[in-house]
C-alpha cells in the first residue's frame, strides 16, 4: 500500500501555475499548492493532498492513463491528463489551420487518446471551405461531427450528447470557434462551477483564463475540459523516424518504401511519395509532413 493512501483523494479541476484547485471526493473545492518548487500536476490528475490552514497541499499523483502535452524548444506545456477523448473544435469563419488540426491528432496519438474533429458554424457559407480543408482527415478516418452550435443547438446537443456521456473529454480549437458556446450548451451550470473556482480562489487572486473541468452532470459520472493553448503546438516529443506513424494516412505508405530509413522526401523507391503521386495523400498533408520534419529533427537543447 502506498504511503499515501492515508491521505485525502482529490481531482485537480484547474491550474494556475504555482497553485491549482482541488476538488474532494463530496465535491468541495480548495486551493492547493505543490509540495516543493516543482508544480506537476496538471488538470484531470488524481492527487493525495493534506491540509494545511483552509488550503491544501498536494502529496501526490497518483499514476496517469495519459497525458496530453505540446513541446517546443524550451519547455513542456501539458493540457489535461486522465483523458478519454480529445475534440478538436474548428470552423471556417475564423478559417482554421490545418497545420495546428495535424499538429492536436498527432499529439492525441502519440499520447495514446482518441481524437475527433468537429466542425462547427455550419450555418455559415464557409464551411464549404473548411469541410474541403477537412476532406483528407474524413478519408483517413478520423471521425467528423458537423455542427452549428449556435445556429441549431438543440440538434447539436443531441449529437454530443452519446459522445460525452460517462466520459473525460478535452476540447481544443482556436478560439472565435465556439469552445465557450459549446461548454455553455453542454454544461448549464458553467457559471456556477467557475464560481466555485473563483470562491476558492479568493478575493484578491485573480482568475486568468485557464484550463477548466466543468462536471456535465450532477453525478459527476461525464466532463469536459476547456483549455487554451492550441496555438504554438509544438511536437518536440516526436522522434523524426516515428513521425509518419502518428500520420495515419502516412503511416498506411511508410511499409512501401525502397530503403528502410526513407524520410518520404524524395528518396528514390518511396511508397509515400508515390501515394502524393497518385492522389491518395493530399499534398497539404505531405507539406505538414515535411514541416513537421524539420521541425522534429532541429538540435535538440
Ligand atoms: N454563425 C455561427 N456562429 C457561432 C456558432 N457557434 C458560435 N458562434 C459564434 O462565434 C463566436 C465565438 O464563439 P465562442 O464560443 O466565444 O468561441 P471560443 O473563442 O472558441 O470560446 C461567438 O460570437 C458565437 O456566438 C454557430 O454555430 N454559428
Ligand atoms: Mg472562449
Ligand atoms: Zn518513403
Known sequence: MSKF????????????GRHFIVE???????????????????????????????????????????????????????FAANLDRLL??????????????????????????????????TDLPHAAAARERLAP???MGV????????????????????????????VLGPSGT???????????????????????LGTGRHTTTTTTWYWLDEARTAALIDSPGFQEFGLRQIEPQQLPLH???????????????CTHRQEPGCGVLAAVERGDIAPSRHRIYQELLDEVSREKF
Open 5 to 16: 493512501a492515508g491521505l485525502d483523494q482529490g481531482l485537480v479541476v484547474a491550474g494556475f
Open 24 to 78: 474532494t471526493p463530496d465535491g468541495e473545492r480548495l486551493v492547493c499548492h505543490p509540495r516543493g518548487k516543482k508544480s506537476e500536476a496538471v488538470v484531470g490528475d488524481l492527487v493525495r493532498w493534506q491540509a494545511a490552514g483552509d488550503e491544501g497541499v498536494i502529496e501526490h499523483i497518483e499514476p496517469r492513463r495519459n497525458l496530453l502535452f505540446r513541446q517546443d524548444e524550451w519547455r513542456t506545456k501539458s
Open 88 to 121: 478538436v473544435l474548428v470552423a471556417g469563419e475564423p478559417m482554421f489551420s490545418e497545420s495546428q488540426l495535424a499538429r492536436a491528432l498527432i499529439a492525441a496519438d502519440h499520447a495514446g487518446i482518441d481524437a475527433r474533429i468537429v466542425l462547427n458554424k
Open 137 to 139: 482527415y474524413a478519408t
Open 143 to 170: 471521425d467528423l461531427v458537423e455542427l452549428a452550435l449556435k445556429a441549431r443547438p438543440q440538434e447539436a446537443r443531441e449529437r454530443l450528447q452519446p459522445l460525452l456521456a460517462g466520459s473525460t473529454t478535452l
Open 178 to 200: 465556439g469552445k465557450s458556446t459549446l461548454i455553455n450548451l453542454m454544461v448549464p451550470a458553467a457559471d456556477a462551477q467557475v464560481g466555485e473556482i473563483s470562491r476558492a
Open 247 to 261: 500520420m495515419p494516412d502516412l503511416r498506411a505508405h511508410a511499409g512501401d518504401c525502397r530503403f528502410y530509413n
